[in-house]
């Protein structure tokens, strides 16, 4: 297991904090060559040193995903510097609690922008320049519980992340003939900063068969394991990781 992923080049999207960050660092310490992007993120960026103590190469990709020229350079140049992406994990995403009623255009165009078109265009651009031409590729998704049963407050991001399901699907079928993997991760209340941020996760402690917020190692966790070859017949998956909220 400690070198499942050793040669592999794995790209995670909103790493330099939070479950990206956490999902980097598995991804290093089970031997992946790791690209961080986020939005700032360097060099001299605390989650580059941490990669790099595992004694794997890491390369940050600073830029915005929601802007597709951007995605589409920024691959390239991932690519260039890196030899190749073998492992997309489509981790950034917004959290904002809005209720229904108080939801307006801005907002709306923001979630959706950050939380579906950035990884609909993020997984399209590394499979057309990477994963096609070296029939290979594992595509993971971070989705949500919310994404199959909506939360009070958060419409349009559980709506997003109904999509993300389905955009796993979607890329799961299309792309089967080429040797690539989609799979999502749904992952369930768990101790990340936009969670913490407010006290809904109180609420939903009582409805958690675990009794307790799921810690982001065991996401990380999860991703990994979509990601090693000894489990490629899992395909268009969704992983549940939540506590036992859903079971499905």
Not at 9 to 38: F, P, Q, S, W
Not at 139 to 145: A, D, L
Not at 202 to 231: Q, T, Y
Request: charge should be negative; charged fraction near 20%; proline fraction near 2%.
């Amino acid at each position: 297991m400690a070198n499942m992923l050793a040669g592999k080049v794995a790209l995670v999207t909103g790493a330099a904090r939070g479950i990206g960050k956490c999902i980097a660092l598995k991804l290093a310490e089970y031997g992946a060559d790791v690209i961080v992007n986020d939005l700032k993120v360097d060099e001299n960026s605390e989650v580059m040193k941490e990669i790099q103590n595992f004694g794997v190469k890491g390369f940050p990709l600073q830029g915005d995903i929601t802007d597709c020229q951007a995605v589409s350079a920024m691959v390239e140049k991932a690519v260039k510097e890196m030899g190749r992406i073998d492992i997309l994990v489509n981790n950034a995403g917004v959290y904002p609690a809005v209720p229904v009623l108080e939801v307006d255009e801005k907002h709306f165009e923001f979630v959706v922008d950050v939380n579906m078109k950035g990884l609909f265009f993020m997984s399209q651009q590394v499979v057309k320049q990477s994963m096609l031409p070296n029939n290979y590729g594992k595509i993971v998704n971070i989705s949500s519980c919310d994404g199959k049963n909506p939360g009070k407050g958060v419409a349009v991001y559980s709506a997003t992340k109904a999509a993300v399901i389905s955009f796993t699907k979607s890329y799961a079928l299309e792309l089967a003939d080429y040797d690539i993997n989609s799979n999502a991760v749904a992952a369930g209340w768990v101790e990340s900063e936009q969670v913490l941020a407010n006290d809904r996760w109180k609420d939903a402690l009582a409805m958690i068969p675990s009794r307790r917020l799921g810690k982001l190692s065991e996401i990380a966790e999860a991703v990994a394991f979509l990601c090693n070859d000894k489990v490629s017949y899992i395909n268009g998956e969704i992983l549940d990781v939540n506590g036992g909220i859903i079971m499905d």
